[in-house]
């Protein structure tokens, strides 16, 4: 593993943290980390400096929020759509788990103020990319949860891939000068598939976290029988947030048969 791509654990507090803000090494730009939730667990979470997106990956949880509530309940990360929670910094915001549940906390700095936002499935985009083109390989189903089209206060894009069984996605290999992180989940435990970055190989497995540096290809590929869950998170660089990849050239040809 690397700085790049790494399996972290959950420690005895039942978090797991893929990245943190300020890494030496890979920075990403953003504080991340996923928590395991038992029956009945409360969690607070308030950041004075950070806006904070919190995703229902798998459970039944309640959201609380200045005065507001809201419950999502998910038993599948592939066949149902998200629930998330977007706050900007300084609002406290109450989880707690009805069942065994799964919530990943994203944030990063911001100081801009706006209204919280509570996504549901229903709220979400979601569009199938490749149907149709290079006998189905490229096809997979994308959400988009909020980006810069309609959340322009906020530093941080959210969404989630689903790679269908033995196909590709994040592809054609393209790459964005933001930093960008992918948390990867199998239903099945024993699922695995690849993961490029740049020229380095790395074998995906249920649990794995990509930090993807600016400027790096990051194409992805997952075994035949296990269709692959992944967050995407990527974080807006001042004065110029993603709004779309940039193509390696040396594929480009590849690219213009899916529009």
């Not at 995906?204 to 990051?218: K, L, R």
Request: hydrophobic share 35%; charged share 25%.
């Amino acid at each position: 593993m690397s700085a790049e791509f790494s399996r972290p654990e959950y420690d005895a507090g039942g978090e797991k943290i893929l990245t943190r803000a300020g890494d030496s090494v890979n920075d990403s730009m953003m504080n991340i980390s996923v928590y395991r939730m038992s029956p009945g667990e409360i969690r607070l979470f308030c950041y004075d400096s950070e806006e904070m997106a919190a995703l229902l990956i798998l459970g039944s949880v309640t959201f609380r929020w200045s005065g507001k509530s809201e419950s999502g309940e998910r038993r599948s990360f592939i066949e149902e759509g998200p629930y998330l929670l977007h706050v900007p910094r300084g609002v406290a915001v109450t989880l707690e788990a009805k069942t065994e549940s799964e919530v990943l906390i994203q944030r990063t700095a911001n100081d801009r103020a706006f209204e919280p936002v509570f996504y549901t499935p229903a709220d979400c985009r979601e569009d199938i990319f490749g149907e149709g083109v290079l006998e189905g390989k490229l096809e997979r189903t994308v959400r988009t949860v909020f980006d810069y089209s309609n959340a322009p206060y906020s530093n941080m894009v959210s969404g989630e891939v689903i790679n269908h069984q033995g196909g590709w996605s994040s592809y054609t290999p393209h790459h964005h000068p933001q930093p960008e992180v992918y948390y990867y989940r199998y239903e099945r435990p024993e699922g695995f598939g690849a993961c490029f970055l740049g020229e380095k190989a790395y074998k995906i497995e249920d649990g794995c976290v990509a930090a993807i540096p600016g400027g790096v290809t990051h194409p992805q590929v997952t075994a035949p029988a296990f269709p692959m869950y992944y967050c995407w998170m990527i974080r807006h660089l001042p004065n110029a947030p993603w709004r779309d990849r940039i193509v390696d050239e040396r594929y480009s040809w590849i690219d213009a048969k899916m529009k």
